[in-house]
């Protein structure tokens, strides 16, 4: 289905929300039509605040607002669903686009079954009535749901359309690009080589496939490295719990610039946590780079001022591998709590490949390296 013509069904002229892959074709049709102008289009940084920027949409024009995610982003709407947007309390109505990622029967990513698993059950429990568009759904069809949701959304209630794999198709092609040179995964095999047996964890995404990758082409263990597979944005509060306990071990976080925005609360509490050996590396290309590469809303702030604002010690902002490398050989002994924002490019390998090790095998494998460290 073209997704122009889903556009014209749905007849709405506001969206928010977070890519994801499953809604590519979607989130390209919105930024080529509604370039960076708001007033139709606004990436968010999670979730939850999709739906809040979409009550103060309907709030202020009271027109209904088109709220985009993956079905991995259902935990972060179900407190404004419930106690915002819910018709018990203040009856804002809004459509939610959910790409269904490990749908039952369809081959899937570990962190994406379970979550497959209980998407529409999660719709059922907040009371908020679905359709699911598949690749056999029509257009009519699709007039008469919307048709039958216009009722809804009339009572201050919100309705669902639940995409599956390769619905839709756009035919105007949109290469995202920055003007930075590093690439991603050498600066993730620079951060290896200095960090040696630290402990490393990863951002959900195509950084954990690397370093997963750079293990193996080095013959290392991957004993070494937590790979946060999902959870979106919550690497460097685990990278935190661990650093607790491992005092005196370097415990770094490779991060994201996504995964920052998506709780950027984290770096508050990490900020006053006077943690000596947390180590952050946030690999900022200004993109939801693993999803198909839409911008973030990161490209106006200042990550090392933020740094600083919240309590890091240390802080610094990298372009080169020079600078780098420097910076890695300092943070890695100086005894600070420390960040260093990575300027990286936007893309990745076409054979990049994925960890062989279940995600249930890389925990015992690390636990146990970490049992066995100080």
Not at 112 to 138: A, D, R
Not at 142 to 165: H, T
Not at 232 to 260: Q, T
Not at 271 to 280: A, P, R
């Amino acid at each position: 289905m073209q997704i122009e013509n889903f556009i014209k069904i749905l007849n709405k002229d506001f969206y928010t929300g977070v890519p994801d892959s499953q809604l590519k074709h979607l989130c390209n049709y919105l930024i080529n039509t509604y370039k960076s102008d708001k007033k139709h289009h606004i990436i968010a940084a999670n979730e939850g605040n999709a739906c809040a920027i979409g009550a103060g949409y309907y709030l202020s024009s009271g027109k209904v607002p088109v709220i985009y995610m993956q079905n991995s982003g259902e935990g972060n709407i179900i407190n404004p669903l419930a106690s915002l947007l819910n018709n018990k309390v203040y009856a804002i109505p809004s459509v939610l686009i959910i790409g269904w990622r490990g749908e039952p029967g369809v081959k899937d990513e570990p962190q994406h079954i379970f979550q497959g698993e209980i998407t529409l059950k999660l719709l059922e429990i907040m009371q908020v009535e679905y359709f699911v568009v598949s690749q056999e759904t029509t257009e009519n069809e699709l007039k008469k749901v919307m048709n039958k949701f216009e009722q809804i959304l009339m009572q201050g209630r919100s309705c669902a359309f639940v995409v599956k794999k390769d619905v839709f198709e756009y035919s105007q092609k949109i290469v995202y690009k920055n003007d930075f040179n590093m690439i991603r995964e050498e600066a993730i095999k620079h951060i290896v080589n200095v960090t040696g047996q630290d402990i490393i964890i990863s951002t959900t995404g195509k950084a954990s496939r690397e370093l997963y990758e750079i293990r193996d082409q080095n013959k290392q263990s991957h004993k070494y490295d937590f790979l946060t597979v999902g959870s979106m944005g919550h690497s460097s509060s685990i990278a935190l719990g661990i650093a607790i306990n491992k005092p005196y071990k370097n415990v770094w976080c490779i991060d994201g610039d996504g995964a920052l925005l998506m709780h950027m609360g984290a770096i508050s509490v990490i900020g006053n946590s006077d943690l000596k050996n947390f180590k952050h590396i946030i690999i900022n290309n200004n993109a939801h780079e693993t999803v198909g590469g839409m911008p973030t809303s990161i490209s106006g702030t200042c990550i090392v001022k933020m740094a600083e604002a919240v309590g890091y010690e240390y802080f610094i902002c990298v372009n080169n591998y020079a600078d780098l490398d420097r910076e890695l050989k300092i943070i890695k002994n100086n005894k600070k709590l420390s960040l260093i924002e990575v300027k990286c490019s936007i893309g990745a390998r076409e054979d990049l490949g994925r960890p062989k090790t279940s995600p249930i095998e890389n925990k015992h494998i690390f636990m146990d390296y970490l049992n066995s460290t100080l």
